[in-house]
């Protein structure tokens, strides 16, 4: 018991250091920033405390109305300058902290997500995980965000500390005179000794106690995150206008009650938190406050005996008695870091089981020749794919080469495996089995950022994002403006585009910039294709897209698409047959397999085949 105590000890201050390390590395100037000015801050209260004392011993002394003065004079400009710098620092650090507990802790976990295998992501451990952490973090500012609540503490507790010291040093050091007779035992330095150790001794017992109260919630965290759950549901239902309609239809706002009215819900006023906090928890949360008091008696009981043995004055009186009453706060902050730290440990387990996934696609690092020609040569040989986690094959034995500069189409009913198909192709997986080779070597072996760079594809659920026209379609910040614009006149949006008065300036939706446009499915679908125009990659891939296109429709957009890639390899994907039907090479997918391949007209000869069947059923109506 005692190891593992010692243990978890060791293992909590390892995770912490670990992570300020990684929001170090993450945000300098966040932390260098948190450093300064939470420190200077705990410092500046001690410049009032030392002057008040100077003052309060001059009007008690000597009362020298130009040493008073001067005094007052130095007060008031030490105050100004101090409120000057702190305000500085302050501005510094809330330009840093400024959505920590959101963008900037969400900026490490986006950053593992983008990084990690494809195939995780669709892993449920994944997202239960990243979940986990979030919610975490939400509801009580466990994990990251609790590194940087400490930090804010532990720095600020140190400044309080160290001016703490250097004010009270002198407590022990003056001594009462031999006048005093029996009080003069109060110069013994086992005082100063006692001092600290029952200082130290009693923010322990404080701290400790209110340990117990900190580690309840902590170790209650999943209640906590449940209760916060069901609240932000069912506390809000009534706001959500979507659902306004059934709600008065079913008066479902009764089953609403059952989650917010009921007395023993997490956080009412029988639930479990409120009873602790009316039983035990109360009890510690007074107990602890209860000590730390008996501490600020002692502290004044020695001071003022020591003042009045004739040690010091009034003025010292007050420094003394200020100064220790904020060191032993800085003390009792420190101890709750500690105490803190070691409740946070499982949270930052989280974070980092979380940011330590391992990546097991192998990365090669074969550099993707680099061809005017574009003559890559892309085969699929006998691949078979299973999705993790999945006990059927998607795709079973599938053979097949692709012609250079050639249109092939990928054609078949929902669910047949087509958009697998082209995940494989870009490697977003790799096979269960058989092997994919691009001119003759296994796609594993390449550098996999340049293997990407040959394909562009618009997936089926492609998204643009509320940006300008032009850094949606040049997929970045710097562009050449005459590309963009040719690209989206290809992709058949220049009519849209000249009624546009900021031309490819203009933001797509109004999330950034009130004069943002909203695009239909079928532009939002033009934007894209331009997107991969621009691009440039020899195999261009066009999946089918989902954005409500009717046949016909759809139809256009391939044949127009057809028009505009030019020399590169195009790979479409339909369940409507109609659409690809100009393509020069055909494959079938059904059930995960190509059962057929060929032109159109020698497809359709094969009245044997599914694809003669599927054409004379007017499949490309069917959408089932
Ligand atoms: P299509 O593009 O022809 O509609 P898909 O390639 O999307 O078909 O799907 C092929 C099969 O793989 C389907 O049975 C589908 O349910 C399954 N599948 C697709 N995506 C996943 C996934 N992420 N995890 C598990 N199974 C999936």
Redesign the pocket.
């Known amino acids: 018991m005692e190891k593992n105590k010692k243990t978890s000890y060791k293992q909590s201050l390892a995770y912490t250091i670990r992570a300020i390390k990684l929001l170090y590395k993450a945000f300098p100037q966040f932390v260098v920033s948190l450093l300064a000015y939470q420190t200077w801050n705990a410092l500046t209260p001690y410049i009032g405390i030392y002057f008040s004392a100077q003052i309060i011993a001059e009007l008690t002394g000597a009362k020298d109305p130009k040493r008073l003065e001067l005094l007052v004079l130095l007060a008031l400009g030490a105050a100004a300058a101090a409120s000057l710098i702190t305000a500085l620092l302050k501005k510094w650090y809330s330009t840093h902290e400024a959505g920590f507990w959101y963008y900037k802790t969400g900026r490490i976990f986006a950053g593992k997500m983008l990084d990690m295998d494809f195939a995780n992501l ?1 892993r449920t451990e994944t997202s239960d995980a990243l979940n986990t952490i979030l919610q975490n973090q939400n509801n009580a500012g466990w994990g990251l965000t609790r590194i940087k609540m400490n930090m804010d503490t532990a720095c600020s507790a140190i400044g309080t500390i160290l001016g703490g010291i250097v004010l009270s040093v002198s407590l022990f050091a003056t001594r009462v005179p031999e006048s005093a007779g029996a009080y003069t035992v109060l110069n013994n330095p086992i005082f100063a000794v006692l001092m600290v150790a029952i200082m130290l001794l009693i923010t322990y017992i404080s701290q400790e106690l209110y340990h117990k109260v900190a580690k309840y919630w902590a170790e209650n965290a999943d209640a906590h995150r449940l209760g916060n759950r069901l609240f932000s549901f069912w506390g809000f239902l009534g706001f959500k206008t979507e659902m306004a309609a059934d709600m008065r239809m079913y008066s479902q706002e009764k089953m609403c009650e059952r989650f917010t009215g009921d007395k023993t819900g997490v956080f009412n006023s029988n639930g479990i938190f409120a009873k602790y906090s009316r039983g035990k928890g109360g009890f510690l949360t007074i107990a602890s406050a209860a000590v730390a008091v008996v501490y600020v008696g002692i502290v004044y009981g020695f001071v003022c005996l020591k003042a009045w043995a004739g040690a010091f004055g009034l003025g010292a009186v007050t420094q003394y008695i200020a100064a220790i009453t904020q060191t032993t706060s800085g003390i009792s902050s420190i101890f709750s870091v500690v105490s803190d730290t070691r409740n946070n440990a499982v949270f930052l387990q989280q974070v980092f089981d979380f940011l330590d996934m391992p990546n097991e696609m192998y990365q090669g690092s074969l550099t993707v020749e680099k061809r005017r020609d574009r003559k890559y040569e892309v085969e699929f040989r006998d691949v078979s794919f299973k ?4 006990r ?1 094959y ?2 079973s034995h599938v053979n097949m080469k692709f012609e250079i500069g050639k249109r092939m189409a990928v054609v ?12 494989l192709l870009c490697r977003l997986y790799d096979p269960t089995e058989g092997e994919i080779l691009l001119n003759g070597i296994d796609i594993r072996k390449y550098n996999y950022a340049e293997y990407m760079m040959i394909f562009s594809v618009v997936f ?1 659920d492609f998204s643009l994002f509320a940006l300008t026209l032009a850094k949606n379609v040049a997929a970045g910040e710097i562009y050449d403006r005459a590309r963009v614009l040719d690209c989206l006149d290809k992709a058949g949006f220049s009519d849209r585009l000249n009624s546009l008065p900021d031309g490819i300036d203009t933001y797509l939706y109004k999330d950034y910039n009130k004069d943002g446009i909203n695009v239909s499915g079928g532009e939002a679908q033009k934007i894209a294709i331009a997107r991969t125009l621009y691009k440039d990659a020899p195999f261009i891939i066009l ?2 897209p989902t954005a409500a296109l009717d046949p016909i429709a759809e139809a256009e957009i391939y044949e127009k698409f057809n028009e505009i890639v030019g020399d590169k390899t195009a790979i479409y ?1 339909s ?1 409507r047959l109609s659409s690809c039907k100009f393509c020069d090479e055909i494959l079938v ?1 059904d059930e ?1 397999a190509v059962i057929q391949q060929g032109s159109h007209e020698a497809l359709v000869a094969d009245h044997g085949g599914k694809y003669y069947e599927l054409w004379q059923a007017k499949a490309q109506y069917y959408t089932a």
């Open positions: 669709d999705y993790p986690g999945s059927t998607a795709l078949g009913m929902n669910g047949s495996g087509k958009t697998t198909f082209i995940k089926q999946d089918e994907i369940h997918f995960g």
